[in-house]
């Protein structure tokens, strides 16, 4: 079966629906190629800023929390601080010029990320990237690092005023379709979201990462660079999924672009199962290299093949309509926890993690369900021989 993994979004026309994400991978030209190249639909720059300050990395910026499961595609956490481009915009009118005449080869939808540190730099920036001739402007009001006392990054995204302020005036500056980057941080990224749309927004992504603070106790301060750092990796998944549907259900009529946590096709799937209509990634790429784009796609038509899905429009928020009211939920003992003898090794995980006191082992040093059980579900999940499953008991 053919299929036809390309999306629209305000009138321009991405050939998959992964976009890379602004960071270290698409920090100058030469890397934004590199995304074009490995198949990528868009990427969009690191942030554009005149902030000299926002300009210099701090060294070290960059930690791996559990790094061997990173390797092995499992949980980790990339804990950093890397800041916005080190390119001035000046520089970043000649590379994005590179780009756009580059891509007339590859393909690809460049997106200008830009932050000001007042009304008058916004303006000026979204004038900057439109004439060098990006094809869309992404508004930086997300970024962990910026606590106050500015109108960038996730400090601007306290007043929803200023938002609908900033998103007003990059509208007005350019002509080019504008994206929001809403901030999960100490906001309500929905009511970011519909502050963004009805002051003008042409889509927004959901949702930027948080910060954090990792204490080495030995010596009692913070690591590595010594202060807070940007937290996010594939553990944000549940949560950028949770409010990319939230918004979604909003029928805001216009694209969410689901972003946090994606590490495989999966979980492009997953973000256009709740309503996405394309996903920006970052961690996954910085840690995978460009390579694992094209994987990515491969993995998404091969999904899409298999359900008999031609056109990803035909799935975008099919899952919607499985996600249960909380006061619809089961709340009747209806299942029966069923123990397989022969995988039970009675190594006694669910006998302590059992919050009922359900769970013994008997004297053949198998587990046995007593009638206090609750059916939470906690045995079954956590049995690292999988010899526990619920069974709906029969009638
Ligand atoms: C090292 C690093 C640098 C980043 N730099 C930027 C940036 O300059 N501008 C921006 O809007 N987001 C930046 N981000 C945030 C990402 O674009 C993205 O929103 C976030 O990491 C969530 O996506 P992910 O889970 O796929 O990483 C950065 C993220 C990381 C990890």
């Not at 003898?341 to 046995?368: F, H, M, Q, W």
Request: one cysteine or more; hydrophobic letters at 45%; glycine letters at 10%.
């Amino acid at each position: 079966m053919t299929v036809d993994v390309s999306i629209n979004i305000s009138g321009l026309t991405f050939k998959n629906p992964i976009i890379v994400a602004s960071g270290s991978r698409t920090a100058s030209a030469n890397h934004i190629l590199k995304c074009f190249e490995n198949g990528a639909a868009g990427a969009v720059t690191k942030t554009i800023t005149y902030d000299v300050m926002q300009q210099v990395q701090p060294k070290p910026r960059m930690h791996v929390v559990n790094p061997e499961d990173a390797l092995r595609g499992r949980f980790y956490s990339l804990y950093s601080i890397e800041l916005m481009s080190e390119h001035s915009p000046e520089k970043w009118v000649k590379e994005i010029r590179e780009i756009k005449v580059a891509v007339k080869r590859n393909g690809g939808i460049l997106i200008a990320s830009i932050a000001g540190r007042n009304f008058e730099e916004w303006e000026k920036l979204a004038q900057l990237v439109e004439d060098a001739g990006a094809d869309m402007i992404e508004i930086n009001l997300s970024c962990p690092h910026i606590e106050e006392g500015t109108l960038m990054g996730r400090a601007a995204s306290s007043s929803l005023n200023v938002v609908s302020q900033v998103v007003r005036i990059v509208k007005n500056a350019a002509s080019l379709p504008v994206i929001g980057k809403l901030t999960p941080h100490g906001a309500n990224p929905i009511n970011l979201a519909k502050t963004m749309f009805s002051s003008g927004a042409d889509a927004v992504v959901s949702t930027a990462r948080f910060q954090g603070l990792i204490i080495d106790v030995g010596s009692m301060k913070p690591i590595l660079w010594g202060s807070y750092g940007g937290y996010g990796g594939p553990w944000q998944l549940p949560i950028s999924l949770g409010w990319t549907a939230h918004i979604a259900r909003e029928n805001v009529g216009k694209p969410i672009i689901g972003s946090g946590g994606i590490s495989g096709w999966e979980d492009i799937v997953r973000f256009l199962l709740v309503g996405a209509s394309a996903v920006q990634i970052c961690t996954a790429i910085i840690i995978g290299g460009y390579s694992i784009i094209p994987k990515m796609v491969k993995g998404v038509m091969e999904w899409m093949a298999a359900k008999g899905f031609q056109r990803i429009n035909e799935f975008i928020g099919l899952s919607l309509k499985n996600i249960m009211p909380l006061e619809n939920l089961e709340r009747r003992r209806i299942y029966a926890v069923s123990v397989d003898l022969d995988k039970c090794t009675g190594c006694g995980v669910c006998e302590i993690v059992c919050p009922y006191e359900a769970i013994s082992l008997d004297e053949r040093n198998k587990a046995v369900i007593g009638l206090e059980c609750d059916n939470c579900g906690l045995c079954a999940s956590i049995c690292p021989f999988r010899a526990l499953s619920l069974k709906v008991r029969a009638s």
